[in-house]
């Protein structure tokens, strides 16, 4: 029972370091701010909410877990608002050039 | 005022799960604390039209959106993270306007964190009736219109019409 138990802990724990992996190899690769944004304000995401999850299963039935899921949604709440703001500080300054802009 | 108490009731109930102890010294403080929250935050407390969340039907709606965008948050990451580690990285990144018939600031301002949190969209300024939003690939931009996060969001403010 345990090692099934910790082996649901191991895979959420890599699931979530890899979208964290994938989030900063984003960062590194893409051109602009604003995909650069998208590569980390993402993965962020699911790559925290993973972990998170993990560390869940790895206490069981505990005041922490409520704690932990308060947390999690802290950061899904602050995450977007972040991003939200960053893209429109950039948008508005014309900071970037908006040659690839088609619609706006 | 009765947005007051309810306010102070969850805040204590977020007061109570952190200390997690029944004496009366923590029981105290929280009260006083509590009360210096509410008073010190008096403008930034929700106005009368925003407490529809507090309604069960509300709530109920709201939990709904909640499970759209998680599962849309997981399969949307899943295409984010092929196109980072493509070598050829096919990407195809657009501005463009996105109608919304939302009209209660809360909801619009949920339902654009709700996009910001998808993967492939970024809402970069909220209009009276458009978001202006940024795409990463053409495929995200198409799969916004229509989709099952958007009609979540619709009932988010149809339900009691």
Not at chain 2, 89 to 101: E, T
Not at chain 2, 115 to 143: C, R
Not at chain 2, 151 to 158: I, S, T, V
């Amino acid at each position: 029972m345990d090692m099934i138990k910790n082996s649901v802990v191991i895979l959420l724990l890599l699931g979530g370091l890899f979208f964290f992996l994938v989030g900063t190899i984003g960062l590194y690769r893409l051109p602009d701010v604003f995909t650069r944004l998208h590569a980390t304000t993402k993965s962020d995401t699911l790559g925290a909410g993973l972990i998170i999850l993990s560390v869940m299963i790895y206490m069981g039935f505990d005041i922490i877990v409520l704690k932990l899921f308060l947390v999690l949604m802290f950061i899904w709440i602050t995450n977007p608002t972040a991003a939200h703001i960053i893209s429109k500080a950039v948008y508005h300054n014309d900071v970037i050039n908006k040659e690839e802009s088609n619609d706006v | 005022m009765k947005k007051n108490i309810w306010m102070g009731i969850l805040l204590f109930g977020f007061w109570m799960l952190l200390t997690f102890t029944l004496d009366v010294f923590s029981f105290f403080i929280g009260l006083i604390v509590v009360c210096f929250v509410l008073w010190f935050n008096r403008d930034l407390l929700l106005n009368e039209s925003e407490t529809d969340l507090y309604s069960y039907k509300g709530f109920v709606q709201l939990v709904k959106f909640f499970i759209v965008l998680l599962k849309e948050i997981v399969v949307a990451n899943i295409q984010v993270a092929k196109i980072v580690l493509d070598p050829k990285m096919p990407i195809q990144p657009s501005f463009f306007k996105y109608p919304i018939k939302l009209r209660k600031p809360l909801n619009q301002v949920i339902y654009a964190n709700g996009i910001t949190l998808t993967p492939g969209t970024l809402t970069i300024d909220v209009q009276d009736d458009y978001f202006i939003i940024h795409a990463l690939t053409d495929s995200a931009k198409n799969g916004l219109f229509n989709s099952d996060l958007e009609n979540a969001a619709n009932q988010l403010e149809d339900y009691h019409e």
